[in-house]
C-alpha cells in the first residue's frame, strides 16, 4: 500500500522496538486502510490482508503475530472491546484525508499527538 511506503519513515517515525508505539501506528494506519477501502469500494479482507502484511513487513511482527494484530484491531472496531483502540482506528480514519490532501504536518501532528497521549496514560 502506498500509504505505508511514504508515511511510516516519513511521517510517523515511531521506535521500532517499542511495542506500544508499534500498536498504536498499527491502529492508526489500519483506521487509514479503512479509508482508502471505503474510497476504492475494497472487500474487508482486502484490508484485513494489507494489514497483515503492513504488520509482517513494516511493523516486523511474525506471521501469526501479525494475524493475531489484525484480529485485534478489527474486533477494535467495536468501541465496547477496547476503547483506546477504537479511538485510535477512527483517528486513524480520519488521518486517511489528511493523507490524501497532502497535509503531512498535520498528519504527523495528530499521530504524535495520540502517542503522547497514550504513553501519559499508561
Excluded at 519513515?9 to 483506521?31: H, M, R, T
Excluded at 474487508?44 to 506471521?63: C, F, H
Excluded at 504524535?112 to 496514560?121: F, L, P, S, Y
Aim: no cysteine; charged share 25%; hydrophobic share 35%.
Amino acid at each position: 500500500m502506498n500509504i505505508t511506503n511514504t508515511t511510516i519513515d516519513k511521517v510517523f517515525k515511531i521506535d521500532s522496538n517499542d511495542e506500544q508505539e508499534k500498536q498504536i501506528l498499527g491502529a492508526y494506519l489500519f483506521g487509514m486502510f479503512n479509508g482508502l477501502g471505503h474510497e476504492k469500494n475494497s472487500k474487508p479482507v482486502d484490508i484485513q490482508s494489507a494489514m497483515i502484511q503492513v504488520a509482517n513487513e513494516n511493523l516486523s511482527y511474525s506471521l501469526e503475530s501479525a494475524v493475531q494484530f489484525s484480529q485485534f484491531l478489527i474486533n477494535s472496531t467495536d468501541k465496547d472491546f477496547h476503547p483506546t483502540m477504537f479511538a485510535i482506528i477512527h483517528r486513524g480514519l480520519e488521518g486517511y484525508f489528511m493523507y490524501k490532501d497532502d497535509e503531512n504536518e498535520k498528519l504527523s501532528r495528530d499521530f504524535h499527538d495520540i502517542m503522547e497521549v497514550v504513553k501519559e496514560a499508561t
